[in-house]
């Protein structure tokens, strides 16, 4: 099972664009990688998920590259809401024995 | 819209009780989960299913089993709840697309279910 590493907190100011690496050395072919992001007191909640290359969508870009071996989680233009855990995963189907399974996050602190 | 629901938000049991958590979820969803989540430690799997009736080991499956009778329902019990089982407990449920490389949807969260065990 692919293990990720990514940073344990990041401080970032409002309007600024926030990137969040995370590393995954062993990431097998089947696997893709998913971002969460958590909020206190709720479940994680689904930011983006790609297999390679740039996934956008209205919310973040994932940026993939041809290794694979890394990923980058872009947030554009951060709000104070923007606080938050987030969670890099990266994994295969479940049926075929993958399993979601979530890292320690990154905790993103925005401030005025 | 999606949801997935856990029957209590708040729970207080006795020590060496037998605990259910229940889940369920209306999205039709093959996939489910229950993960604890505690400080310092993140979210951990405990044990997930992939189809009514199979289930499959997460990292700490230890103290937990799990039944899948229906699709949409998916029930955490302790079998006899311990003070180190103290936590919140997470479900979550996803699909699964068919396809050359099956992809797994996005996965839907409960609210959770803080749990203490006196």
């Known amino acids: 099972l692919a293990k990720t590493t990514q940073p344990i907190s990041m401080d970032s100011y409002e309007g600024q664009e926030v990137n969040i690496t995370c590393s995954h050395n062993n990431i097998a072919t089947n696997d893709y990688i998913t971002w969460y992001q958590q909020f206190p007191s709720q479940g994680p909640r689904f930011i983006i998920q790609?297999?390679?290359t740039k996934v956008t969508n209205e919310v973040a870009s994932l940026f993939i590259p041809a290794d694979r071996k890394s990923s980058t989680l872009s947030l554009p233009r951060v709000s104070l809401s923007d606080t938050a855990v987030y969670y890099c995963?990266?994994?295969?189907?479940?049926?075929?024995?993958?399993?979601?399974?979530f890292g320690q996050g990154t905790e993103l602190s925005v401030k005025p | 819209d999606v949801k997935v629901t856990q029957s209590s938000r708040y729970l207080v049991k006795r020590t060496g009780e037998k605990v259910f958590l229940e889940c369920v979820q209306d999205?039709?969803?093959?996939?489910m989960f229950w993960y604890r989540q505690d400080p310092g430690l993140g979210l951990r799997l405990i044990y997930f299913?992939?189809?009514?009736?199979?289930?499959e080991k997460g990292d700490i499956p230890e103290g937990y089993s799990v039944s899948r009778e229906k699709k949409e329902r998916f029930s955490l019990i302790l079998e006899s709840a311990s003070t180190n089982q103290t936590s919140m407990y997470l479900c979550?449920?996803?699909?699964?697309?068919?396809?050359?490389?099956?992809?797994?949807?996005?996965?839907?969260f409960g609210q959770g279910t803080r749990l203490t065990v006196v």
């Open positions: 995963l990266v994994g295969g189907p479940y049926n075929q024995g993958g399993k979601l399974i």
């Open positions: 790609g297999y390679k």
């Open positions: 979550a449920s996803s699909s699964s697309v068919p396809g050359p490389m099956r992809v797994d949807t996005e996965a839907f």
């Open positions: 999205m039709d969803h093959e996939n």
């Open positions: 299913s992939y189809d009514v009736k199979m289930k």
